[in-house]
């Protein structure tokens, strides 16, 4: 059976994950990873035996991959990316795809110009249940859609590691916006957004941001945003998506995965609640959304099937994330321009 030779560039907590995957995948090769650190090479021969680069144009070069996952910091990713796509490379390039709607049309207009693929990685769009509601407004099951409210909250633990290298708009909050345009089936239009930055401001980042949205028919949608969760908190996040409609409603909750584990007194996380979806593992391999997204490139690839979500919808969430910043640093609604 053919296999896809895959490179990896970044072995951060995600890259590594991402090299797992590849690694105990039946279509794929994890054919070489890159890592500026060369610290990690070791590790890498140590757990994959594949080749490693501490310079990924190098490995780019070898002709010993088909495809490159890029996993570097969000500010990171238009050099590799366009690089990768150059080189003739196939691309999945972890979300946000850039900081900036200009740099993300940058690194499209390269992979058009190159004739690769490129799937941004949106992890929860291979979440069943997001699916399940997206496939409620689809069917009409849900009917006019009315209004959308969404909430990732963060321990402040995220705040301190992160330091201010990124906001969580982009961070986490990319999430949202691509749920709520793709399950409502609409483009935001319009945003009011505001911002509070106090018991973070030591680690250079937000406690909260709000933000009320506008969709193109009318319908309305609301996010909540807030890495100010105390550092005990069961999961470390507390996520929901609802969508009220003209015929139902449908919500998902997704703290509470179906386990829980209670300790004794005087541990750090006395009450725990299990992560089942994302990434879990099973008889020693991971499982779940991040496989299922890494699964989806993969055949995608092999045999010539279009991926899920389209660039465009990766590029419209960093717009819209751009005229947020826009709303709470001027304290204005912002339209959101047309790309």
Known sequence: MEKLRVGMIGTGFIGWLHARIYHESYGAQLAAVADSDKNVKKKVKDTFGC???????EMLESGKIDAVDICLPDINHVEPAVAAAEAGKHILLEKPMARTAADCIKIK???DKAGVRLLIAHVLRFDPGYKRLYDAVKSGEVGDVIHLSAERKNSRL????????TSMLFYVGVHDIDLVQWCAGKRITRVYAQRIVNINK???SEDCIYVLANLGDGTIANFEYAWTLPENFPTGLKSKLEIYGSKSTAFLNRMNQGVEIMKEK???????????????ELNDRIVGDLKNELDHFVDA????????MPVEDAISAINVIESIMESYKTGMPVDVKEI
Not at 51 to 57: N, R
Not at 301 to 307: A, E, N
């Open 158 to 165: 995220l705040a301190e590691r992160l330091k201010g290298r």
């Open 202 to 204: 030591k680690w250079n």
């Open 51 to 57: 080749d490693f680069y501490t310079d990924y144009h």
């Open 301 to 308: 690839i092999l045999k010539d099937i279009d991926f899920v």
């Open 266 to 280: 005087g541990t750090d996380l006395p009450y725990e609640l299990t992560d089942m979806l994302h990434w879990p």
């Open 109 to 111: 207009a390269a992979c």
